[in-house]
C-alpha cells in the first residue's frame, strides 16, 4: 500500500516550482514554499496570486477554494523548515551542482525517510541521486509547464531508486489528478527526448533559410494538428532551456540530431531567449506576453501577379485526386476528371457525390450548393480533353514513372501557360518537370488528407518553378480556402520532413525497450498535446508507407539518425502494417 505524503517542499518558485506548488495545495497538501532570498518569495508569490486569480476569472476556481489553496502554502527562504516534511520536490535552474547542493544541505536536515525529487527535465537523476546519502529515495518527477494545466508526469527511476519509492510517487502524482509514465533515467526522458529533436530540426530548417517561420510553424499546426508549432513553441520554452536540454541530451546520445543548431547559440547570445525577454524567433510586445507584434498572417514569397484560373484538370480517381476535385468543385471551379477509365471515372464521381451527400445531411451544405458542385464536374479518359484547362494537379499513384508519364502526357496537349502540379508526398518534382518541355511551368502542391478537411497545402517550388506560378497557386489556395505553405525541391517538403524523423526516434526508444509503445503514446499526447501519439500515428499512416518515406529520407540526406529504426523494417517485413492489416505496433484484430 502507497504510504501517504501530507506535507511537502517546493524548492524554488519560478514559473515551474510556483505551478507545482499551486497543483499540491489544490489537491490538500500542506507546501512549503523555499525560496533563496525575499524577492525570490515575492516573486513567487506573485505568480502564484496571478494564476489562481485566472482560474476564479476562468470560473475554473471560486474565490473561497482560492485562498484556501494560498492558505495551504507557507513561505520561507530557509531550508531548516523542511525538517518534518515527507517528500520535497527540487525545482530549480538546471544545473548539476547547485542541484547536488540544494539535496546535500536536505540529507542533513530531513528525516531518512524522506523522500527526494527533482523535477529536471534533462540532467541524470542517477547523478543527482549518487551524491545524496539516501540514493534510493531519490526520484524524478518531471512535470510539465504549466504545471496546473498539464496532466502529464514523467516518474524516472534509477537503477537504485527503491520500488516502495516509486509506488508512494505514482500514487501520489494520480492523487494530484496527473498522469504518470514511469520511465528509466535517460537525457529527456520520452517527451523532450522526442519533442526537442523534431525543434532542433525545425530551427536547422530555418538557417538554412529552406522556410520561413510562419510557414513552418503552419505547416505543423495545420498539417498535423499541433497546438503550437515549432518556433513558437521554443520562443515559450524559452531557448536557453531548450539549448541546454539539446546540450544535454547530445552528450548522453552523441546523436548528431540533437547537436543544437547554431543559430540557437547566436540567438542567446543576442539576449533573444523567447517569450520572457519579449524577443525570440518572433518580437512580443512585452516580455513574457504571448502577443507577437511581427507575425506574417500570409506566407512569405516574393508576390507576382497571378495567371488566371478559370478551369481545371484532376488527373487521378484515388482518395486523394477525389478530395481535390471536391475542393475545385465547391469553390466554383470547373473541374475535368481525367480516369484511365469511364467505369474509374464515373466511380470517382459517386464518391465525390457520396462526400457532398454527407456534407448536406450534417448542414455544412444546402442541397443547391451541392448539386452545383456535382454539375461543375465533367469525367474524362482522353488526356485531349484537358486542352484548355488553367491549372492541372496530377493526384497519381506515388511511382516516379507512372507521374513522368502522365507529365509528358499533359505536356502535349495541354495549352501553353497553364500550371501543372503535382501532389507528391515523397518524389523530387523537378523529376516530373523533367519530363516536360515547360519546367517553368511545374510545382508540387501538396494536399493532406482528407483534402476537404485539411486546410494546409505545401506549394514546393523547384529551382525552374517560375515566380507567377507560385502566385498562381497562391491565389487558387486562397480562393479555395487552403492555407498554403512554401519550401524547395527535397525529399519531405515541410511535415514529413519533420514529423518522420520523430516517429522514427519514438521506434528507437521503444526497440531500446526504454518504454512502452502506450507509454510513449501518453507521453507525447499528454505532455505535449498532440493529437494523436506516435505508434498511435504510424499505424493510421502505415508502416509501409512510413518505412517508404523514412529511406526516402535517408537516402536524400544520408543523416545517420534518419536511418530507419530496424523495428520499423522488421514490423513490415512480417506484413504488419498497422491499421490496415489489423496489426502494427498496436493489435487492431481483437477491437
Given at each position: 500500500?502507497?504510504?501517504?505524503?501530507?506535507?511537502?517542499?517546493?524548492?524554488?518558485?519560478?514559473?515551474?516550482g510556483?505551478?507545482i506548488?499551486?497543483?499540491?495545495?489544490?489537491?490538500?497538501?500542506?507546501?512549503?514554499?523555499v525560496?533563496?532570498?525575499?524577492?525570490?518569495?515575492?516573486?513567487?508569490?506573485g505568480?502564484?496570486?496571478?494564476?489562481t486569480?485566472?482560474?476564479?476569472?476562468?470560473?475554473?476556481?471560486?474565490?473561497?477554494?482560492?485562498?484556501?489553496?494560498?492558505?495551504?502554502?507557507?513561505y520561507?527562504?530557509?531550508?531548516t523548515?523542511?525538517?518534518?516534511?515527507d517528500?520535497?520536490?527540487e525545482?530549480?535552474?538546471?544545473?548539476?551542482?547547485a542541484?547536488?547542493?540544494v539535496?546535500?544541505?536536505?540529507?542533513?536536515?530531513?528525516?531518512?525517510?524522506?523522500?527526494?525529487?527533482?523535477?529536471?527535465?534533462?540532467?541524470?537523476?542517477t547523478?543527482?541521486?549518487v551524491?545524496?546519502a539516501?540514493?534510493?529515495?531519490?526520484?524524478?518527477?518531471h512535470?510539465?509547464?504549466?504545471?496546473p494545466i498539464?496532466?502529464?508526469?514523467?516518474?524516472?527511476?534509477?537503477?537504485?531508486?527503491?520500488?516502495?519509492?516509486?509506488?508512494?510517487?505514482?500514487?501520489?502524482?494520480?492523487?494530484?489528478?496527473?498522469?504518470?509514465?514511469?520511465?528509466?533515467?535517460?537525457a529527456g526522458?520520452?517527451?523532450?527526448?522526442?519533442?526537442?529533436g523534431?525543434?532542433?530540426?525545425?530551427?536547422?530548417?530555418?538557417?538554412q533559410?529552406?522556410?520561413?517561420?510562419?510557414?513552418?510553424?503552419?505547416?505543423?499546426?495545420?498539417?498535423?494538428g499541433?497546438?503550437?508549432?515549432?518556433?513558437?513553441?521554443?520562443?515559450?520554452?524559452?531557448?536557453?532551456?531548450?539549448?541546454?536540454?539539446?546540450d544535454?541530451?547530445?552528450?548522453?546520445?552523441?546523436?548528431?540530431?540533437?547537436?543544437?543548431?547554431?543559430?540557437?547559440?547566436?540567438?542567446?547570445?543576442?539576449?533573444?531567449?523567447?517569450?520572457?525577454?519579449?524577443?525570440?524567433?518572433y518580437?512580443?510586445?512585452?516580455?513574457?506576453s504571448?502577443?507577437?507584434?511581427d507575425?506574417?498572417?500570409?506566407?512569405?514569397?516574393?508576390?507576382?501577379a497571378?495567371?488566371?484560373?478559370?478551369?481545371?484538370?484532376?488527373?487521378?480517381?484515388?482518395?486523394?485526386?477525389?478530395?481535390?476535385?471536391?475542393?475545385?468543385?465547391?469553390?466554383?471551379?470547373?473541374?475535368?476528371?481525367?480516369?484511365?477509365?469511364?467505369?474509374?471515372?464515373?466511380?470517382?464521381?459517386?464518391?465525390?457525390?457520396?462526400?457532398?451527400?454527407?456534407?448536406?445531411v450534417?448542414?455544412?451544405?444546402?442541397?443547391?450548393?451541392?448539386?452545383?458542385?456535382?454539375?461543375?464536374?465533367?469525367p474524362?479518359?482522353?488526356?485531349?480533353?484537358?486542352?484548355?484547362?488553367?491549372?492541372?494537379?496530377?493526384a497519381?499513384?506515388?511511382?516516379?514513372?507512372?507521374?513522368?508519364?502522365?507529365?509528358?502526357a499533359?505536356?502535349?496537349?495541354?495549352?501553353?501557360g497553364?500550371?501543372l502540379?503535382?501532389?507528391t508526398?515523397?518524389?523530387?518534382?523537378?523529376?516530373?518537370?523533367?519530363?516536360?518541355?515547360?519546367p517553368?511551368d511545374?510545382?508540387?502542391?501538396?494536399?493532406?488528407?482528407p483534402?476537404?478537411?485539411?486546410?494546409?497545402?505545401?506549394?514546393?517550388?523547384?529551382?525552374a518553378?517560375?515566380?507567377?506560378?507560385?502566385?498562381?497557386?497562391?491565389?487558387?489556395?486562397?480562393?479555395?480556402?487552403?492555407?498554403?505553405?512554401?519550401?524547395?525541391?527535397?525529399?519531405?517538403?515541410?511535415v514529413?520532413?519533420?514529423?518522420?524523423?520523430?516517429?522514427?526516434?519514438?521506434?528507437k526508444?521503444l526497440?531500446?525497450?526504454?518504454?512502452?509503445?502506450?507509454?510513449i503514446?501518453t507521453?507525447?499526447?499528454?505532455g505535449c498535446?498532440?493529437?494523436?501519439?506516435?505508434?498511435?500515428?504510424?499505424?493510421?499512416v502505415?508502416?509501409?508507407?512510413?518505412?517508404?518515406?523514412?529511406?526516402?529520407?535517408?537516402?536524400?540526406?544520408?543523416?545517420?539518425?534518419?536511418?530507419?529504426?530496424?523495428?520499423?523494417?522488421?514490423?513490415?517485413?512480417?506484413?504488419?502494417l498497422g491499421?490496415?492489416?489489423?496489426?502494427?505496433?498496436?493489435?487492431?484484430?481483437?477491437?
Amino acid at each position: 500500500m502507497a504510504r501517504e505524503i501530507s506535507s511537502v517542499g517546493v524548492i524554488g518558485l519560478g514559473t515551474m516550482g510556483a505551478g507545482i506548488a499551486e497543483v499540491l495545495a489544490r489537491s490538500g497538501v500542506s507546501v512549503v514554499a523555499v525560496e533563496i532570498d525575499d524577492d525570490g518569495v515575492h516573486r513567487g508569490r506573485g505568480h502564484l496570486e496571478h494564476s489562481t486569480e485566472r482560474a476564479v476569472s476562468g470560473g475554473k476556481l471560486d474565490a473561497d477554494g482560492r485562498d484556501a489553496l494560498l492558505g495551504r502554502i507557507r513561505y520561507t527562504t530557509s531550508l531548516t523548515e523542511l525538517s518534518d516534511v515527507d517528500l520535497v520536490i527540487e525545482a530549480i535552474p538546471e544545473n548539476l551542482e547547485a542541484k547536488t547542493d540544494v539535496f546535500a544541505e536536505l540529507d542533513k536536515i530531513t528525516g531518512p525517510d524522506t523522500i527526494f525529487v527533482s523535477n529536471t527535465s534533462s540532467l541524470s537523476i542517477t547523478e543527482i541521486g549518487v551524491r545524496t546519502a539516501r540514493p534510493g529515495k531519490v526520484v524524478g518527477m518531471h512535470f510539465f509547464n504549466p504545471a496546473p494545466i498539464l496532466k502529464l508526469v514523467e516518474i524516472v527511476r534509477t537503477v537504485v531508486t527503491e520500488p516502495d519509492v516509486i509506488t508512494d510517487v505514482v500514487a501520489f502524482a494520480e492523487r494530484l489528478g496527473k498522469t504518470p509514465v514511469v520511465i528509466g533515467d535517460r537525457a529527456g526522458f520520452i517527451a523532450n527526448a522526442l519533442l526537442f529533436g523534431y525543434l532542433n530540426h525545425a530551427v536547422r530548417m530555418f538557417e538554412q533559410r529552406y522556410a520561413t517561420r510562419e510557414d513552418l510553424d503552419a505547416a505543423m499546426r495545420f498539417g498535423c494538428g499541433y497546438p503550437m508549432g515549432p518556433l513558437a513553441l521554443l520562443d515559450l520554452i524559452g531557448l536557453d532551456t531548450a539549448y541546454e536540454i539539446l546540450d544535454t541530451m547530445y552528450h548522453q546520445s552523441r546523436n548528431r540530431l540533437h547537436a543544437p543548431a547554431p543559430l540557437l547559440k547566436q540567438m542567446i547570445t543576442a539576449g533573444l531567449l523567447g517569450r520572457k525577454t519579449g524577443q525570440g524567433f518572433y518580437t512580443y510586445d512585452e516580455p513574457d506576453s504571448p502577443t507577437v507584434t511581427d507575425a506574417v498572417t500570409k506566407s512569405t514569397v516574393d508576390t507576382v501577379a497571378p495567371r488566371e484560373v478559370r478551369k481545371v484538370g484532376v488527373v487521378g480517381t484515388g482518395t486523394m485526386a477525389t478530395g481535390i476535385v471536391e475542393v475545385f468543385a465547391k469553390r466554383g471551379y470547373e473541374v475535368i476528371l481525367r480516369a484511365r477509365s469511364a467505369e474509374k471515372a464515373a466511380a470517382s464521381v459517386a464518391r465525390v457525390k457520396k462526400s457532398l451527400d454527407k456534407a448536406v445531411v450534417k448542414g455544412k451544405l444546402s442541397e443547391e450548393d451541392a448539386a452545383a458542385a456535382l454539375g461543375r464536374i465533367s469525367p474524362a479518359v482522353e488526356f485531349d480533353e484537358l486542352a484548355d484547362v488553367d491549372l492541372v494537379v496530377e493526384a497519381v499513384a506515388e511511382d516516379l514513372a507512372v507521374k513522368q508519364a502522365v507529365f509528358a502526357a499533359l505536356d502535349d496537349v495541354v495549352k501553353p501557360g497553364a500550371v501543372l502540379a503535382t501532389t507528391t508526398s515523397s518524389l523530387p518534382v523537378i523529376e516530373c518537370a523533367a519530363a516536360t518541355s515547360r519546367p517553368s511551368d511545374v510545382v508540387g502542391v501538396h494536399f493532406f488528407n482528407p483534402a476537404p478537411v485539411m486546410k494546409l497545402v505545401e506549394v514546393v517550388s523547384t529551382i525552374a518553378t517560375a515566380p507567377d506560378v507560385i502566385a498562381t497557386v497562391d491565389a487558387v489556395c486562397a480562393a479555395v480556402g487552403k492555407h498554403p505553405v512554401h519550401c524547395g525541391d527535397r525529399a519531405g517538403f515541410i511535415v514529413n520532413a519533420l514529423l518522420f524523423p520523430y516517429l522514427n526516434d519514438a521506434v528507437k526508444m521503444l526497440e531500446a525497450h526504454y518504454a512502452e509503445a502506450d507509454d510513449i503514446d501518453t507521453a507525447m499526447k499528454v505532455g505535449c498535446g498532440l493529437p494523436m501519439g506516435p505508434f498511435e500515428l504510424l499505424d493510421v499512416v502505415g508502416l509501409d508507407v512510413s518505412l517508404a518515406i523514412q529511406r526516402t529520407l535517408f537516402n536524400e540526406f544520408r543523416e545517420e539518425g534518419f536511418a530507419p529504426a530496424p523495428l520499423l523494417e522488421h514490423l513490415v517485413t512480417a506484413g504488419r502494417l498497422g491499421r490496415k492489416t489489423g496489426k502494427g505496433f498496436k493489435d487492431y484484430s481483437a477491437r
